[in-house]
């Protein structure tokens, strides 16, 4: 068991040593590569003006948005009114989908309560 701890210290040792060395070019190269994205100069009236631009585009996004959501809704109404037609696979695909959602649901309650299984801190 010791000499797989020495081992796994080794290797983050060597890893920190790697990101040490490279992260500064690493991230030069970021940042020249996406330069047309940085506003100059970077002051909080620019920032404001771009927060105000995300969330007006936010809201013009949500009539294709709502659209969206309807045809998916039209879409698995269609499917449940011809669900004789249904094959093994779509009901599968669907059941797998349920089960994500699922486990999503609990990651986030388990992030949710502090990454405790049992309870919530109280």
Excluded at 21 to 49: G, M
Excluded at 99 to 113: D, M, N, Q, S
Aim: glycine letters at 6%; aromatic letters at 14%.
């Amino acid at each position: 068991m010791a000499s797989k701890l020495v081992q796994l210290q080794a290797k983050a040792c060597k890893a920190s040593q790697f990101v040490a060395k490279h992260a500064n070019s690493y991230y030069k190269k970021v940042l020249e590569d996406n330069k047309q994205y940085i506003q100059d100069p970077p002051t909080i009236e620019n920032c404001d003006q771009l927060a105000k631009r995300l969330f007006a585009t936010r809201l013009a996004s949500i009539p294709g948005r709502n659209e969206a959501f309807w045809k998916e809704l039209d879409y698995v109404k269609n499917l449940w009114k011809n669900r004789h037609e249904l094959k093994v696979e779509h009901a599968g695909i669907a059941a797998l989908f349920g089960l994500e959602c699922y486990a999503w649901f609990c990651g986030g309650e388990i992030v949710g309560r502090g990454f405790t299984f049992t309870g919530y801190y109280v």
